[in-house]
């Protein structure tokens, strides 16, 4: 393995043993770094993380760079770990898409919308995701543009 290649793992994985509590800037600059220049190693660490991880902000700033990767499988695995998340963090990881991306891909609107029917789908699910997240669903069908099914 080159030695380039090692020192920028190691420091990417020194850097999730910093925790700046909701300064996602802060850990957003090296997502950066690492995913152009190794998006293959960052992929399986996002999913690693996602599973064994303990930080959110990490958490969400993968998902965020996973979800507006140009790798396609980046975007699937964003797409699929989005669903496991609490409201408030989804609302958090769009408003991080939003501030450092710039963006919010279409698949990713698409995840969001297909998370919001998946709670709509079961109402006990709904219910407990609208009482303890309310103003995080709020925001997210108000900031993406989302009609409610309303078919309650």
Known sequence: ???????????????????????????????????????????????????????????????????TSNVNEHRDAGFMMLQEFPPYQVARIVDFMKQQQGKVPRSARTAVRRYLQTREANPKFFDRAALRGRKAMKHLYASLHINPLLSL
Not at 14 to 32: I, M, Q, Y
């Open 1 to 67: 393995m080159d030695t380039a290649e090692q020192d920028l793992r190691l420091e990417l994985l020194n850097s999730l043993l910093t925790t700046p509590h909701r300064e996602l800037a802060k850990v957003a600059e090296f997502h950066k770094i690492m995913v152009e220049l190794d998006p293959i190693f960052y992929g399986h660490l996002a999913s690693w993380y996602q599973h064994h991880g303990d930080v959110r902000d990490h958490k969400e700033v993968f998902l965020g760079h996973l979800l």
